[in-house]
């Protein structure tokens, strides 16, 4: 089984929708984050945890809102679907400490906002 | 977080060793420097990263300069396998991925 899932994988949303992508881990880390990929761009952070009562905006937060229900679950939502909003979202985990760390990405969940 | 500067593409024979490099001069004395591979529109997968010594492992070599303001990642034996886009962050906190470079191994 995958350590770090995301869900739905692929999904097709009407603007002014509300939508929620999920990311559930099995790898015990407290650091969570959510990117967005835009074609031929690399990954922007959207927001990021650093357990379950730390929220953090990352670069591009606005329109977004995140929760973290529990260790392993990192939820983000789009309150209010819009078109430029369509893109690859990727859920990542980290361990946490001083020093180098890697983060674990899942699959990607395609959103595309018609 | 340094900014890091890539060639947005390379090719390499298939079976040569392919040298990708990057620029990070303004990359400060705790931030480390990771490499990261995408392939098609899957999750970025983890290559290695490293502080100030060379670093190998079953993937990959990195190459860090001693001023610490470039590196290469060398994987040794490419294959098609290894076509992808790579990436380089030098970070010591938030990731920070560009548009990296993109390489394709030529059969």
């Known amino acids: 089984d995958a350590d770090v899932t995301q869900t739905p994988r692929n999904r097709i949303t009407k603007t002014g929708k509300r939508i929620m992508l999920e990311c559930s881990q099995t790898k015990g880390h407290d650091r969570m984050y959510w990117y967005r990929q835009d074609p031929g761009l690399g990954l922007r952070l959207i927001y990021y945890s650093f357990d379950v009562k730390d929220i953090n905006k990352g670069e591009i937060s606005d329109g977004y809102s995140v929760s973290r229900q529990a260790q392993a679950k990192f939820s983000l939502s789009l309150e209010s679907a819009i078109p430029n909003q369509t893109a690859l979202y990727f859920c990542a985990t980290s361990e946490t400490g001083t020093g180098a760390y890697e983060q674990y990405f899942g699959p990607g969940t395609r959103l595309t906002v018609t | 977080d340094a900014k890091t500067t890539q060639p947005p593409s390379m090719d390499c024979a298939e079976g040569r060793a392919a040298n990708l490099p990057c620029n990070h001069s303004?990359?400060?004395?705790?931030?480390?420097v990771y490499w990261y591979r995408q392939i098609h529109s899957q999750g970025p997968q983890y290559i290695i990263h490293g502080l100030k010594n060379n670093e190998t492992n079953e993937m990959a070599s990195l190459i860090i300069t001693e001023d610490r303001k470039s590196s290469t990642l060398i994987l040794p034996h490419a294959t098609l396998r290894d076509t992808a886009v790579y990436y380089c962050i030098a970070t010591g906190n938030q990731f920070y991925f560009g548009t990296g470079t993109s390489l394709t191994v030529i059969p």
């Open positions: 303004t990359i400060s004395g705790n931030e480390y």
